[in-house]
């Protein structure tokens, strides 16, 4: 079974062609990826200091079909071949979400073949099931860290569309706040990546920020505040915090901010492997591409005695791949998605979507 996905939530228009074969024959599921292709659209919107719906929205819609014809010439496949569609029924941006949802809806149509509405964060926290490298992959249940632009979650995964929510932030998703400390520390959008680099440079014991809700008791996050605290201490030391000061001062703020963010979030992670008894931890997202975080949940790891898995780097930020996955392994397991489920001809998509009801 060949499943075509489709992602357009936000800035990144990814189409990917999954080939369920492998992972049938019970072989490494990472070998069904057979072509991708993706767009980001980082460098239009950085001028604006954040993504702009609209252009987002029109830009996809200008990308959509090349791509799917640049993943079907890398896979050596062609229309016919395309067994389902799976694409992002939500959640984001209701525009860009749109594009996805109709091209894919219309594209199963034409094809008499069935369309999939998938959850953008089940492509995310189920892509390590794909396998990276030689690290083999996790057992259910396990515990998912969802950590990116729009949201930071702990989830419990018990199977294949069997989401229970354990925590979550009340405010700003992590990669939200890495983003804008990365502004005021003047550095271009989305900086997460170079906020990361630029901490590596830095000295801890210069600044000691907040760690919000470390000990609040549950597995929830906060991270407005700590953003707040990397702005007072640019006001309070404005003579270092241009770009050009000879100082380190930036570095080693980036520093501090990254070892906040990095220590409640592994102290909340650890937190949820206990109450849970998993082995398996998942860490999915784009901020699961971080360094310091890895390294930090690594070292976790090994003293408590649990396993961490991720996605290959290149699928911690949004792609198609994930959601043809998803879809694939929901049309395996026989888990019907919602849109499967419905099925009134009209497309819809939900901006606003709970994995797992609070
Ligand atoms: O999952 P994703 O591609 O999009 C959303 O669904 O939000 O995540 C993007 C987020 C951005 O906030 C970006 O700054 C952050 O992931 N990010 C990072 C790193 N790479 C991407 N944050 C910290 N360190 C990184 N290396
Ligand atoms: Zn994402």
């Known amino acids: 079974m060949i499943v075509l996905g489709i992602e357009t939530s936000c800035d990144e228009t990814g189409l990917a062609l999954y080939d369920t074969a492998p992972l049938e024959a019970g072989r490494p599921a990472v070998l069904g990826m057979m072509g991708q292709a993706l767009h980001s659209q980082i460098a239009m919107h950085r001028d604006y200091g954040g993504v702009v719906p609209e252009l987002a929205s029109r830009d996809h819609i200008r990308r959509i079909l090349p791509l799917l ?18 694409y992002t029924q939500g959640p984001g941006l209701a525009g860009a979400l749109l594009v996805g949802s ?3 809806q219309s594209l199963a149509q034409a094809l008499q073949k069935p369309a999939l509405g998938i959850h953008h964060l089940e492509g995310h926290l189920l892509s390590p099931l794909l396998g990276a490298a030689s690290d083999g992959v996790p057992n259910f249940p396990f515990v998912a860290l969802l950590v990116s632009g729009g949201h930071t979650q702990l989830m419990l995964v018990k199977a294949v569309g069997q989401y229970e929510l354990l925590g979550e932030t009340l405010d700003d998703a992590v990669g939200e706040a890495f983003d804008k400390t990365a502004t005021l520390l003047g550095l271009e959008y989305p900086g997460g990546a170079a906020v990361s680099k630029l901490a590596t440079l830095g000295k801890a014991g ?102 961490v898995f ?23 397991s026989k888990v019907s998605s919602e849109t499967q489920t419905e099925r009134s001809g009209a497309f819809s998509v939900k901006p606003r979507w709970d994995l797992a009801p609070h």
């Open 310 to 332: 991720y996605p290959p780097l290149e699928l911690c930020t949004d792609n198609g791949v994930m959601i043809a996955f998803a879809g694939a392994l929901r049309l395996l």
């Open 206 to 307: 210069r600044f000691n920020l907040p760690r919000p809700m470390l000990h609040s008791g549950d597995l929830d996050f906060s991270f407005s505040g700590l953003k707040t605290a990397v702005l007072n201490q640019i006001k309070q030391h404005s003579q270092f915090a241009s770009a050009n000061a000879g100082d380190n001062f930036r570095a080693d703020l980036a520093y501090a901010f990254v070892e906040a963010a990095v220590t409640v979030l592994v102290s909340k992670t650890t937190k949820a492997m206990q109450l849970t008894n998993c082995r398996d931890l998942v860490l999915a997202g784009g901020v699961a591409a971080n360094t310091q975080l890895r390294l930090a949940l690594q070292s976790a790891a090994k003293n408590l005695q649990f396993n």
């Open 102 to 104: 109709a091209f894919g």
């Open 69 to 86: 014809e640049l993943a079907l010439k890398q896979a050596k496949l062609d229309l016919k071949s395309i067994d389902a569609v799976a």
